[in-house]
């Protein structure tokens, strides 16, 4: 069986026996070169062309941020997993936006570690679960602050919405949802109000858009 080739690059030489040690104590992979600066590893993965790179982070004379951006300008096929003592998901971000396929906590279990090279030699993604959480509580923060006026809208908001598309009357609504015509009107004053229009194309318009209503209905 053809071993997947492991090229490790960090500044500690102490980490780079312990990940060594992961790697080395497995059938399927060998690792075939070390560095312990950026300039270094870059040299080193251009002349070797591992299949893998775990890379810390923070190396001397070139970070590993810029290392991995251009490994993977000039070795699409070259996977790249990050390293780091941080599980600050801007740093994360940082990683995978400059190419890296993982993003592992240097204090990982060596079964992470494992599982990480796994997932990113199949083509996936991933951040170990202390980072993959920051991640995903900064885009649920950022979803929140790209809400605009019409994902205030309640279900029964909506409700309206879809029964004034399809034309019916204020007295029909009234009639069907069981409220008086009042209500109805005043439901669709609110929502007019909180939606920032005054006429009924706007509100059909921002109704498609935000996929309450199907065009045509």
């Known amino acids: ?34 560095a312990g600066s950026g300039i270094e590893a870059l040299e080193g993965i251009s002349t070797l062309k591992p299949d893998l790179v775990l890379m810390d982070i923070t190396m001397p004379e070139l970070d590993g941020i810029a290392v991995t951006k251009r490994v993977v300008d000039g070795f699409p096929e070259i996977k790249v997993i990050m390293l780091s003592m941080h599980a600050d998901p801007f740093r994360a971000i940082e990683a995978f936006r400059a190419g890296a396929s993982g993003y592992v906590l240097k204090d990982s279990a060596p079964e992470e570690i494992l599982k990480a090279a796994h997932k990113v030699l199949k083509g996936l993604k991933y951040a170990s679960p202390a980072v993959s959480e920051g991640l995903l509580n900064d885009f649920v923060e950022k979803i929140k602050k790209e809400e605009g006026p019409a994902d205030t809208l309640t279900e029964r908001e909506k409700e309206i919405i879809r029964l004034i598309a399809g034309g019916a009357t204020s007295n029909e609504i009234g009639r069907k949802l069981f409220i008086s015509t009042s209500t109805v009107k005043s439901h669709r004053n609110k929502i007019m109000k909180k939606l920032g229009i005054n006429d009924m194309a706007s509100l059909i318009k921002i109704a498609i858009q935000k996929g309450i209503v199907s065009p045509g209905s």
Do not use: L, Q, Y
């Not at 690059?9 to 075939?32: C, L, M, Q, Y």
């Open 1 to 34: 069986m053809k071993k997947t080739n492991i090229f490790i690059a960090d500044d500690h030489p102490v980490i780079r026996d312990g990940i060594r040690s992961v790697f080395s104590g497995t059938n399927e992979f060998k690792v075939v070169g070390e």
